[in-house]
Protein backbone atom coordinates (compact mmCIF):
# COMPACT_ATOMS: atom_id res chain seq x y z
CA UNK A 1 0.00 0.00 0.00
CA UNK A 2 1.24 3.45 -0.79
CA UNK A 3 0.99 6.11 2.22
CA UNK A 4 1.01 9.43 0.55
CA UNK A 5 2.71 11.71 3.54
CA UNK A 6 1.49 14.61 3.21
CA UNK A 7 4.69 17.92 3.06
CA UNK A 8 6.14 18.65 6.36
CA UNK A 9 5.39 22.31 5.45
CA UNK A 10 2.73 23.58 3.24
CA UNK A 11 3.75 26.39 1.11
CA UNK A 12 1.39 29.27 2.68
CA UNK A 13 3.26 28.20 6.22
CA UNK A 14 6.48 29.30 4.48
CA UNK A 15 7.64 32.84 5.35
CA UNK A 16 8.98 34.33 2.28
CA UNK A 17 12.40 34.76 1.76
CA UNK A 18 12.91 38.63 1.98
CA UNK A 19 10.48 38.65 5.21
CA UNK A 20 13.28 36.49 6.49
CA UNK A 21 16.61 38.53 5.43
CA UNK A 22 14.26 41.55 6.90
CA UNK A 23 13.55 40.14 10.30
CA UNK A 24 17.10 39.75 10.50
CA UNK A 25 18.24 43.02 9.45
CA UNK A 26 16.16 44.41 11.89
CA UNK A 27 17.04 42.29 14.38
CA UNK A 28 21.08 43.06 13.89
CA UNK A 29 19.75 46.89 13.00
CA UNK A 30 18.40 46.54 16.54
CA UNK A 31 21.07 44.58 18.16
CA UNK A 32 24.14 47.46 17.02
CA UNK A 33 21.24 50.52 18.10
CA UNK A 34 21.14 49.62 21.74
CA UNK A 35 25.08 48.45 21.49
CA UNK A 36 25.80 51.93 20.51
CA UNK A 37 24.17 53.78 22.95
CA UNK A 38 25.25 51.55 25.45
CA UNK A 39 28.95 52.53 24.57
CA UNK A 40 27.78 55.90 24.59
CA UNK A 41 26.64 55.51 28.14
CA UNK A 42 29.14 53.70 29.33
CA UNK A 43 32.57 55.22 27.41
CA UNK A 44 34.30 52.82 25.15
CA UNK A 45 36.42 50.94 27.58
CA UNK A 46 33.44 49.03 28.29
CA UNK A 47 32.19 48.15 24.71
CA UNK A 48 33.67 45.08 24.84
CA UNK A 49 31.29 43.93 27.67
CA UNK A 50 28.32 45.01 25.93
CA UNK A 51 29.48 43.93 22.41
CA UNK A 52 30.36 40.40 23.88
CA UNK A 53 27.26 38.22 23.16
CA UNK A 54 25.65 39.03 26.42
CA UNK A 55 21.85 39.02 27.94
CA UNK A 56 21.98 42.80 28.62
CA UNK A 57 22.30 43.36 24.53
CA UNK A 58 19.77 41.13 23.79
CA UNK A 59 17.14 42.20 26.02
CA UNK A 60 14.59 44.90 24.91
CA UNK A 61 15.41 43.69 20.94
CA UNK A 62 12.51 43.93 19.47
CA UNK A 63 11.00 40.99 17.33
CA UNK A 64 9.11 40.93 14.08
CA UNK A 65 5.66 39.34 14.41
CA UNK A 66 2.72 38.41 12.44
CA UNK A 67 -1.02 37.96 14.04
CA UNK A 68 -2.48 34.89 14.94
CA UNK A 69 -6.06 33.69 15.04
CA UNK A 70 -4.96 31.34 18.20
CA UNK A 71 -4.76 34.52 20.26
CA UNK A 72 -6.86 35.12 23.16
CA UNK A 73 -9.17 38.44 23.20
CA UNK A 74 -10.99 40.21 25.04
CA UNK A 75 -8.87 40.20 28.44
CA UNK A 76 -6.97 43.53 29.61
CA UNK A 77 -3.01 42.78 29.76
CA UNK A 78 -1.33 42.64 32.62
CA UNK A 79 1.24 45.22 32.79
CA UNK A 80 4.68 44.56 31.39
CA UNK A 81 6.53 45.78 34.63
CA UNK A 82 4.25 42.87 36.64
CA UNK A 83 4.70 39.86 34.31
CA UNK A 84 8.57 40.86 34.33
CA UNK A 85 8.83 41.31 38.13
CA UNK A 86 6.75 38.78 39.46
CA UNK A 87 8.08 35.54 38.60
CA UNK A 88 8.55 32.29 39.74
CA UNK A 89 11.84 30.69 38.64
CA UNK A 90 13.44 29.03 41.49
CA UNK A 91 16.63 28.66 40.22
CA UNK A 92 17.34 32.36 40.78
CA UNK A 93 15.32 32.59 43.60
CA UNK A 94 12.24 31.21 45.76
CA UNK A 95 10.91 35.24 46.20
CA UNK A 96 8.55 36.58 43.13
CA UNK A 97 10.96 39.07 43.22
CA UNK A 98 14.26 37.48 42.96
CA UNK A 99 14.42 36.18 39.15
CA UNK A 100 14.46 39.51 38.02
CA UNK A 101 17.27 40.49 40.01
CA UNK A 102 18.99 37.66 39.36
CA UNK A 103 18.88 36.21 36.38
CA UNK A 104 20.88 38.67 34.33
CA UNK A 105 23.95 36.40 34.44
CA UNK A 106 21.97 33.69 32.65
CA UNK A 107 23.95 33.30 29.53
CA UNK A 108 21.32 33.34 26.65
CA UNK A 109 24.01 33.13 23.72
CA UNK A 110 25.32 31.31 22.32
CA UNK A 111 22.79 28.79 23.20
CA UNK A 112 21.76 24.98 21.35
CA UNK A 113 18.70 22.60 22.34
CA UNK A 114 19.42 19.27 22.32
CA UNK A 115 16.90 16.47 20.59
CA UNK A 116 17.45 13.13 21.31
CA UNK A 117 15.41 10.28 22.52
CA UNK A 118 13.35 8.44 20.59
CA UNK A 119 13.88 10.37 17.55
CA UNK A 120 15.30 9.56 13.83
CA UNK A 121 18.62 11.01 14.63
CA UNK A 122 20.01 13.06 17.93
CA UNK A 123 20.27 16.36 16.74
CA UNK A 124 21.29 20.33 18.40
CA UNK A 125 19.66 22.93 17.08
CA UNK A 126 20.79 26.87 17.36
CA UNK A 127 18.99 29.40 18.97
CA UNK A 128 18.88 31.89 16.08
CA UNK A 129 18.30 28.64 13.64
CA UNK A 130 15.10 28.26 16.03
CA UNK A 131 14.26 32.07 16.02
CA UNK A 132 14.33 31.60 11.74
CA UNK A 133 12.42 28.47 11.51
CA UNK A 134 8.24 30.01 11.33
CA UNK A 135 7.09 33.27 11.47
CA UNK A 136 6.72 34.34 15.15
CA UNK A 137 3.15 34.95 16.23
CA UNK A 138 1.82 37.23 18.60
CA UNK A 139 -0.26 35.15 21.03
CA UNK A 140 -2.01 36.64 24.09
CA UNK A 141 -2.76 33.75 26.59
CA UNK A 142 -4.23 33.45 30.22
CA UNK A 143 -1.69 32.08 32.54
CA UNK A 144 -2.78 30.19 36.05
CA UNK A 145 -0.21 29.66 38.39
CA UNK A 146 -1.14 26.47 40.36
CA UNK A 147 -0.98 29.27 43.62
CA UNK A 148 -4.22 30.44 42.37
CA UNK A 149 -2.90 33.64 40.63
CA UNK A 150 -3.31 34.70 36.94
CA UNK A 151 -1.98 37.05 34.38
CA UNK A 152 -2.59 37.57 30.68
CA UNK A 153 0.63 37.39 28.71
CA UNK A 154 1.15 38.50 25.09
CA UNK A 155 3.60 36.03 24.00
CA UNK A 156 5.78 35.54 21.08
CA UNK A 157 6.32 31.98 19.27
CA UNK A 158 5.23 29.58 16.86
CA UNK A 159 3.54 26.21 18.02
CA UNK A 160 5.41 23.67 19.04
CA UNK A 161 4.50 21.12 16.62
CA UNK A 162 6.60 23.41 14.17
CA UNK A 163 9.47 22.53 16.28
CA UNK A 164 8.61 18.76 17.08
CA UNK A 165 8.33 18.19 12.91
CA UNK A 166 11.89 18.76 12.83
CA UNK A 167 12.92 16.86 15.38
CA UNK A 168 11.57 13.92 12.96
CA UNK A 169 9.95 11.96 16.84
CA UNK A 170 9.74 8.03 15.66
CA UNK A 171 6.24 6.14 16.31
CA UNK A 172 7.05 4.81 19.91
CA UNK A 173 7.27 8.59 20.89
CA UNK A 174 4.10 8.60 23.49
CA UNK A 175 6.20 11.53 25.75
CA UNK A 176 8.01 15.06 25.38
CA UNK A 177 10.47 16.27 27.87
CA UNK A 178 11.68 19.53 28.50
CA UNK A 179 14.78 20.20 30.59
CA UNK A 180 15.91 23.59 31.36
CA UNK A 181 19.36 25.25 31.80
CA UNK A 182 21.03 24.65 35.36
CA UNK A 183 24.75 25.92 35.78
CA UNK A 184 25.27 26.20 40.00
CA UNK A 185 27.48 28.97 39.51
CA UNK A 186 24.35 30.98 37.54
CA UNK A 187 21.63 29.64 39.25
CA UNK A 188 23.15 29.24 42.73
CA UNK A 189 19.83 30.20 44.46
CA UNK A 190 18.82 26.63 43.55
CA UNK A 191 20.36 25.40 46.41
CA UNK A 192 18.41 27.12 48.85
CA UNK A 193 15.67 24.54 48.13
CA UNK A 194 15.75 20.56 48.45
CA UNK A 195 14.85 20.79 44.94
CA UNK A 196 17.01 18.84 42.85
CA UNK A 197 17.91 20.40 39.31
CA UNK A 198 18.07 20.45 36.40
CA UNK A 199 14.23 21.55 36.46
CA UNK A 200 12.15 18.85 34.07
CA UNK A 201 9.09 18.76 32.49
CA UNK A 202 6.42 16.64 30.19
CA UNK A 203 3.76 16.72 27.92
CA UNK A 204 1.94 13.66 26.04
CA UNK A 205 2.63 13.91 22.63
CA UNK A 206 -0.17 15.21 21.37
CA UNK A 207 -0.56 17.88 24.36
CA UNK A 208 2.81 18.75 22.67
CA UNK A 209 1.30 18.72 19.42
CA UNK A 210 -1.59 20.91 20.17
CA UNK A 211 -1.35 23.96 18.02
CA UNK A 212 -1.99 26.05 21.54
CA UNK A 213 1.27 25.16 22.99
CA UNK A 214 3.66 27.55 22.15
CA UNK A 215 7.66 27.14 21.59
CA UNK A 216 8.02 31.27 22.92
CA UNK A 217 10.85 33.61 22.62
CA UNK A 218 9.70 36.71 23.51
CA UNK A 219 7.03 38.38 25.07
CA UNK A 220 5.36 42.39 24.66
CA UNK A 221 7.16 42.29 20.96
CA UNK A 222 10.74 41.87 22.30
CA UNK A 223 13.12 38.91 23.07
CA UNK A 224 12.05 36.85 26.40
CA UNK A 225 13.44 38.79 29.59
CA UNK A 226 15.92 36.19 31.74
CA UNK A 227 13.80 35.91 34.16
CA UNK A 228 10.89 34.75 32.09
CA UNK A 229 12.79 32.16 30.73
CA UNK A 230 15.14 33.28 28.03
CA UNK A 231 16.01 32.58 25.01
CA UNK A 232 13.48 30.08 24.73
CA UNK A 233 10.67 28.47 26.46
CA UNK A 234 7.24 26.51 26.25
CA UNK A 235 4.08 27.96 27.18
CA UNK A 236 1.05 25.91 27.81
CA UNK A 237 -1.58 28.18 28.59
CA UNK A 238 -4.59 25.15 29.65
CA UNK A 239 -1.92 23.94 32.74
CA UNK A 240 -0.59 25.46 35.66
CA UNK A 241 2.21 27.38 34.82
CA UNK A 242 4.83 25.26 36.23
CA UNK A 243 4.26 22.76 33.24
CA UNK A 244 5.87 25.75 30.78
CA UNK A 245 8.99 24.83 31.03
CA UNK A 246 11.91 28.12 30.94
CA UNK A 247 14.91 28.25 29.46
CA UNK A 248 14.76 25.12 27.88
CA UNK A 249 18.29 23.07 26.77
CA UNK A 250 17.28 19.54 26.15
CA UNK A 251 13.90 18.14 24.62
CA UNK A 252 13.30 14.16 24.84
CA UNK A 253 11.30 12.25 23.30
CA UNK A 254 10.07 9.45 25.35
CA UNK A 255 8.28 5.86 25.22
CA UNK A 256 6.94 6.24 29.44
CA UNK A 257 5.93 9.09 30.72
CA UNK A 258 8.90 11.43 32.40
CA UNK A 259 10.03 12.27 35.71
CA UNK A 260 8.91 16.26 36.57
CA UNK A 261 10.24 18.31 38.69
CA UNK A 262 6.93 19.09 40.74
CA UNK A 263 5.19 15.92 40.55
CA UNK A 264 8.34 13.91 41.81
CA UNK A 265 8.64 16.51 44.95
CA UNK A 266 4.83 15.79 45.52
CA UNK A 267 2.83 13.37 43.52
CA UNK A 268 -0.27 14.24 45.33
CA UNK A 269 -0.49 17.95 44.95
CA UNK A 270 1.46 18.21 41.39
CA UNK A 271 -0.08 15.88 38.82
CA UNK A 272 1.63 15.20 35.45
CA UNK A 273 -0.65 16.56 33.61
CA UNK A 274 -1.65 19.53 36.03
CA UNK A 275 -4.62 21.00 33.83
CA UNK A 276 -6.16 23.69 35.09
CA UNK A 277 -9.33 22.29 36.56
CA UNK A 278 -11.28 24.16 39.33
CA UNK A 279 -13.00 21.23 40.03
CA UNK A 280 -9.92 19.46 41.26
CA UNK A 281 -8.50 21.02 44.63
CA UNK A 282 -4.84 21.17 44.81
CA UNK A 283 -4.77 19.40 48.80
CA UNK A 284 -3.59 22.86 50.09
CA UNK A 285 -5.89 25.76 48.29
CA UNK A 286 -8.95 25.53 46.37
CA UNK A 287 -8.49 26.06 42.37
CA UNK A 288 -12.04 27.20 42.27
CA UNK A 289 -10.99 31.18 41.97
CA UNK A 290 -7.85 33.08 40.80
CA UNK A 291 -6.64 36.47 41.82
CA UNK A 292 -5.61 39.04 38.68
CA UNK A 293 -2.35 39.86 39.28
CA UNK A 294 -1.81 43.62 39.02
CA UNK A 295 -5.37 44.40 40.27
CA UNK A 296 -6.01 46.42 43.69
CA UNK A 297 -7.28 43.64 46.37
CA UNK A 298 -10.88 43.74 46.25
CA UNK A 299 -10.91 43.32 42.87
CA UNK A 300 -8.29 40.26 42.39
CA UNK A 301 -10.58 37.24 42.70
CA UNK A 302 -12.21 35.79 39.56
CA UNK A 303 -13.72 32.38 38.80
CA UNK A 304 -11.47 29.90 37.58
CA UNK A 305 -12.17 28.36 34.11
CA UNK A 306 -11.78 24.51 33.27
CA UNK A 307 -9.19 23.96 31.01
CA UNK A 308 -8.31 27.87 31.50
CA UNK A 309 -10.72 28.57 29.66
CA UNK A 310 -9.03 26.52 26.55
CA UNK A 311 -11.61 23.43 26.43
CA UNK A 312 -12.91 24.34 22.64
CA UNK A 313 -9.19 23.85 21.37
CA UNK A 314 -8.19 21.04 23.93
CA UNK A 315 -10.97 19.02 26.11
CA UNK A 316 -10.85 16.10 23.19
CA UNK A 317 -7.24 15.64 24.45
CA UNK A 318 -8.86 14.12 27.48
CA UNK A 319 -12.20 12.36 26.24
CA UNK A 320 -12.40 9.27 28.50
CA UNK A 321 -10.06 10.73 31.09
CA UNK A 322 -11.28 10.83 34.95
CA UNK A 323 -9.53 13.97 35.48
CA UNK A 324 -10.00 13.73 39.11
CA UNK A 325 -7.44 10.51 39.17
CA UNK A 326 -5.29 12.23 36.34
CA UNK A 327 -5.18 15.56 37.53
CA UNK B 1 15.97 51.41 83.62
CA UNK B 2 14.96 55.29 83.80
CA UNK B 3 11.12 56.25 83.52
CA UNK B 4 11.79 58.66 80.78
CA UNK B 5 13.76 55.87 79.32
CA UNK B 6 11.21 53.39 79.30
CA UNK B 7 8.08 56.14 77.87
CA UNK B 8 10.94 56.39 75.14
CA UNK B 9 11.32 52.81 74.52
CA UNK B 10 7.68 51.97 74.37
CA UNK B 11 6.93 54.89 71.75
CA UNK B 12 9.61 53.18 69.84
CA UNK B 13 8.29 49.85 70.08
CA UNK B 14 4.64 50.96 69.77
CA UNK B 15 5.95 52.41 66.36
CA UNK B 16 8.10 49.52 64.69
CA UNK B 17 4.56 47.24 66.06
CA UNK B 18 2.61 48.81 63.74
CA UNK B 19 5.45 49.68 60.94
CA UNK B 20 3.70 46.62 58.97
CA UNK B 21 0.57 47.72 59.36
CA UNK B 22 0.97 51.17 58.77
CA UNK B 23 2.83 49.73 55.13
CA UNK B 24 0.53 48.21 53.97
CA UNK B 25 -2.17 50.90 54.66
CA UNK B 26 0.47 52.90 52.47
CA UNK B 27 0.33 50.83 50.01
CA UNK B 28 -3.67 50.13 49.86
CA UNK B 29 -3.71 53.90 49.74
CA UNK B 30 -1.12 53.96 46.60
CA UNK B 31 -2.44 51.71 45.21
CA UNK B 32 1.44 50.14 45.61
CA UNK B 33 1.02 46.75 47.07
CA UNK B 34 2.87 44.89 44.50
CA UNK B 35 1.65 42.71 41.73
CA UNK B 36 -0.45 40.52 43.89
CA UNK B 37 -1.89 42.58 46.57
CA UNK B 38 -3.84 39.92 48.63
CA UNK B 39 -0.96 37.76 48.66
CA UNK B 40 0.99 40.86 50.13
CA UNK B 41 -1.39 41.45 52.73
CA UNK B 42 -1.37 37.55 53.67
CA UNK B 43 2.25 37.36 53.57
CA UNK B 44 2.94 40.44 56.00
CA UNK B 45 0.66 40.07 58.15
CA UNK B 46 1.57 36.20 58.72
CA UNK B 47 5.24 37.28 59.25
CA UNK B 48 4.19 40.24 61.75
CA UNK B 49 2.69 37.61 63.31
CA UNK B 50 5.21 35.28 63.80
CA UNK B 51 8.26 37.70 64.25
CA UNK B 52 6.51 39.39 66.66
CA UNK B 53 5.28 36.10 68.69
CA UNK B 54 8.79 35.05 68.45
CA UNK B 55 10.64 38.21 70.20
CA UNK B 56 7.47 38.02 72.77
CA UNK B 57 9.30 34.61 73.47
CA UNK B 58 12.62 35.94 73.72
CA UNK B 59 11.99 38.11 76.41
CA UNK B 60 12.12 35.58 79.33
CA UNK B 61 15.36 33.80 78.30
CA UNK B 62 16.81 36.94 78.08
CA UNK B 63 15.99 38.48 81.12
CA UNK B 64 18.02 35.37 82.70
CA UNK B 65 20.71 36.51 80.88
CA UNK B 66 21.06 38.96 83.67
CA UNK B 67 18.90 40.91 86.37
CA UNK B 68 19.71 44.09 84.86
CA UNK B 69 17.51 43.20 82.26
CA UNK B 70 14.32 42.65 84.40
CA UNK B 71 12.65 45.43 82.96
CA UNK B 72 12.32 43.74 79.79
CA UNK B 73 9.41 42.32 80.88
CA UNK B 74 7.09 45.34 80.89
CA UNK B 75 7.27 45.11 76.88
CA UNK B 76 6.00 41.37 76.67
CA UNK B 77 2.14 42.06 77.24
CA UNK B 78 2.28 44.36 74.21
CA UNK B 79 4.21 42.33 71.79
CA UNK B 80 1.97 39.36 73.00
CA UNK B 81 -0.90 41.49 71.82
CA UNK B 82 0.61 43.09 68.78
CA UNK B 83 1.03 39.22 67.98
CA UNK B 84 -2.54 38.58 68.24
CA UNK B 85 -3.57 42.03 66.19
CA UNK B 86 -1.62 40.78 62.94
CA UNK B 87 -2.66 37.08 63.47
CA UNK B 88 -6.50 38.83 63.47
CA UNK B 89 -5.76 40.49 60.37
CA UNK B 90 -4.59 37.91 58.95
CA UNK B 91 -7.24 35.83 59.67
CA UNK B 92 -9.35 38.61 58.54
CA UNK B 93 -7.22 38.73 55.03
CA UNK B 94 -8.44 35.18 55.29
CA UNK B 95 -12.11 35.41 55.46
CA UNK B 96 -12.36 38.31 53.59
CA UNK B 97 -9.36 38.03 50.49
CA UNK B 98 -10.02 33.96 49.93
CA UNK B 99 -12.88 33.04 51.33
CA UNK B 100 -15.14 36.01 50.21
CA UNK B 101 -17.14 35.41 53.46
CA UNK B 102 -18.48 32.20 52.29
CA UNK B 103 -18.68 30.02 55.93
CA UNK B 104 -19.26 26.98 53.99
CA UNK B 105 -16.35 27.59 52.01
CA UNK B 106 -14.26 28.46 55.75
CA UNK B 107 -16.00 24.91 57.09
CA UNK B 108 -14.72 22.92 54.26
CA UNK B 109 -11.08 24.26 54.21
CA UNK B 110 -10.36 24.33 57.61
CA UNK B 111 -11.80 20.31 57.40
CA UNK B 112 -9.68 19.77 54.57
CA UNK B 113 -6.56 22.01 54.34
CA UNK B 114 -4.43 21.19 57.22
CA UNK B 115 -2.45 24.60 56.97
CA UNK B 116 -5.65 25.85 57.51
CA UNK B 117 -6.36 23.89 60.48
CA UNK B 118 -3.44 24.45 62.17
CA UNK B 119 -3.44 28.09 61.55
CA UNK B 120 -7.09 28.66 62.62
CA UNK B 121 -5.91 26.57 65.98
CA UNK B 122 -3.30 29.05 66.57
CA UNK B 123 -5.10 32.08 65.98
CA UNK B 124 -7.55 30.04 68.66
CA UNK B 125 -4.82 29.63 70.76
CA UNK B 126 -3.81 33.08 71.18
CA UNK B 127 -7.81 34.11 72.13
CA UNK B 128 -7.82 33.77 75.64
CA UNK B 129 -4.25 35.05 75.96
CA UNK B 130 -5.32 38.13 74.72
CA UNK B 131 -8.52 37.92 76.59
CA UNK B 132 -6.91 37.43 79.98
CA UNK B 133 -4.34 39.70 79.10
CA UNK B 134 -5.65 42.61 81.22
CA UNK B 135 -4.38 43.00 85.03
CA UNK B 136 -7.80 42.74 86.35
CA UNK B 137 -7.80 38.97 84.41
CA UNK B 138 -4.06 38.21 85.80
CA UNK B 139 -5.73 39.39 89.65
CA UNK B 140 -8.80 37.45 89.46
CA UNK B 141 -6.95 34.11 87.70
CA UNK B 142 -4.31 34.43 90.32
CA UNK B 143 -0.49 34.19 88.97
CA UNK B 144 -0.82 30.66 88.97
CA UNK B 145 -3.41 29.81 87.07
CA UNK B 146 -2.28 32.87 84.85
CA UNK B 147 0.55 31.25 84.30
CA UNK B 148 -0.40 28.23 83.23
CA UNK B 149 -3.14 29.49 80.99
CA UNK B 150 -0.38 31.34 78.90
CA UNK B 151 1.75 28.40 78.70
CA UNK B 152 -0.47 27.83 75.61
CA UNK B 153 2.04 30.38 73.45
CA UNK B 154 4.04 28.10 73.20
CA UNK B 155 1.36 26.00 71.25
CA UNK B 156 0.04 28.69 69.47
CA UNK B 157 3.77 29.47 68.25
CA UNK B 158 4.47 26.00 67.06
CA UNK B 159 1.19 25.73 65.33
CA UNK B 160 2.18 28.93 63.59
CA UNK B 161 5.35 27.92 62.56
CA UNK B 162 3.71 24.50 61.04
CA UNK B 163 1.09 26.66 59.59
CA UNK B 164 3.77 28.28 57.57
CA UNK B 165 6.15 25.15 56.38
CA UNK B 166 2.69 23.18 55.57
CA UNK B 167 1.90 26.88 53.28
CA UNK B 168 4.83 26.88 51.47
CA UNK B 169 5.69 24.29 48.59
CA UNK B 170 7.77 21.40 49.24
CA UNK B 171 11.35 21.55 48.69
CA UNK B 172 10.70 25.48 49.57
CA UNK B 173 12.99 26.51 52.51
CA UNK B 174 11.92 29.81 53.83
CA UNK B 175 10.59 29.15 57.21
CA UNK B 176 13.87 27.67 58.56
CA UNK B 177 15.32 31.05 59.88
CA UNK B 178 12.47 31.24 62.00
CA UNK B 179 12.12 27.50 62.76
CA UNK B 180 15.54 27.83 64.08
CA UNK B 181 15.35 30.83 66.06
CA UNK B 182 11.98 29.88 67.42
CA UNK B 183 13.29 26.52 68.44
CA UNK B 184 16.37 27.74 70.54
CA UNK B 185 14.19 30.01 72.67
CA UNK B 186 11.82 27.44 73.28
CA UNK B 187 14.58 24.94 74.43
CA UNK B 188 16.22 27.48 76.17
CA UNK B 189 13.64 27.07 78.81
CA UNK B 190 13.93 23.44 79.66
CA UNK B 191 17.57 24.14 79.46
CA UNK B 192 17.35 26.92 81.81
CA UNK B 193 15.14 24.49 84.14
CA UNK B 194 17.72 21.76 84.15
CA UNK B 195 20.64 23.92 84.69
CA UNK B 196 18.86 26.02 87.69
CA UNK B 197 18.48 21.97 89.05
CA UNK B 198 22.31 21.18 88.88
CA UNK B 199 23.33 24.43 90.34
CA UNK B 200 21.08 23.80 93.33
CA UNK B 201 22.24 20.34 93.89
CA UNK B 202 25.45 21.52 93.50
CA UNK B 203 24.83 23.98 96.25
CA UNK B 204 22.85 21.33 98.57
CA UNK B 205 26.22 18.82 97.96
CA UNK B 206 28.27 21.62 99.06
CA UNK B 207 26.67 22.10 102.44
CA UNK B 208 26.51 18.65 103.67
CA UNK B 209 30.06 18.52 102.89
CA UNK B 210 30.75 21.59 105.03
CA UNK B 211 28.37 20.12 107.48
Redesign the interface.
Given at each position: MLIVKPPDISSSAITPKDQYLNRRRFLRGAVSGVVAAGAAALGAERLAEVVSPSTRALAGTRLETVKSPLTTTGEELTSL??VT??NNF?EFG?D?GQPSMNAGGLPTRPWTVRVDGKVKNPKTFDIEALLRLRPLEDRVYRHRCVEA?SMVIPWIGYSLSEFIQQCEPLSTAKYVQFLSYYDKKVEKWGS????SWPYSEGLRMDEALNPLTLLTFGLYGEVLPNQNGAPLRIVVPWKYGFKSAKSIVGVRFQDRMPPTT?ND??PS?YGFYSNVNPNV?H????QKTE?R??????A??RTTLLFNGYGDQVASLYNGMDLRKYF | MKRSNLILLKILTWLACLWPLGRLLWGAATNDLGADPTATITFATGLATLRLLTISLAITPVRRLSPRLNWLIKFRRLLGLFAFFYASLHLLTYIALYAGFDVNAMANDIAKRRFITVGVAAWLLLLPLAATSTNFAIRKLGGKRWNRLHKLVYAAAVCGVIHYWWQVKPGVLTPLTITVILGVLLLARPAWTLQQKWLRNRKAAAVRARG
Open positions: KDTYYVKWETSIWQAEDPRWSRIGLPFYQR | -
